[in-house]
């Protein structure tokens, strides 16, 4: 494409017991634990967010879409969970979503992927912030109805 803006590659869609979730924070060993539990042998799937911060009357602005640093972090936040789950002896893949919507988001990738379980930590919002965007727990938990068993996890100290 001499032209044109390059996409990322086609997302995962093969099915997995357990999709270890995350809406960009690093997951916690706890949460990791979990997802190997859960998956009593079967794939397991990660996923992270990579925040989008809007858009300007309804099309996107390249000022508010996501850098090039941000995108590393996720990649080496997807990375280590994955080589922590192989330590573990799970088979498992990982990808990054781009989105302004996570909630929206995770849920859609659990359903695609046909999960039983999707592990996240919990970490409440606060102030401003729960107010504007919601509980991202509670958004997921209410997007996945009851196709998936949301499992949220104390992140150790």
Known sequence: MLFGRRRWDPQPTAPAAVLLASSGAPFSKAAVRRAREL????????????????????????????TRGEREEQFKI?????????????????????????????????????????????RPATGVRKIIEGELTNIVRRRLGNRATLELVSPEP
Do not use: H, W
């Open 39 to 66: 998956a009593a042998g079967q794939p397991v799937a990660v996923l992270s967010i990579l925040k989008v911060y809007g858009s300007t009357f309804g099309l996107p602005n390249p000022g508010l879409m996501p």
């Open 78 to 122: 997807v990375g280590k969970a994955i080589t922590e789950l192989e330590r573990r002896g799970c088979t498992v893949d990982g990808q990054i979503a781009a989105t302004r919507s996570a909630g929206r988001t995770i849920a859609k990738v659990a359903r695609t992927r046909q999960v039983r379980y999707v592990v996240m930590d919990s």
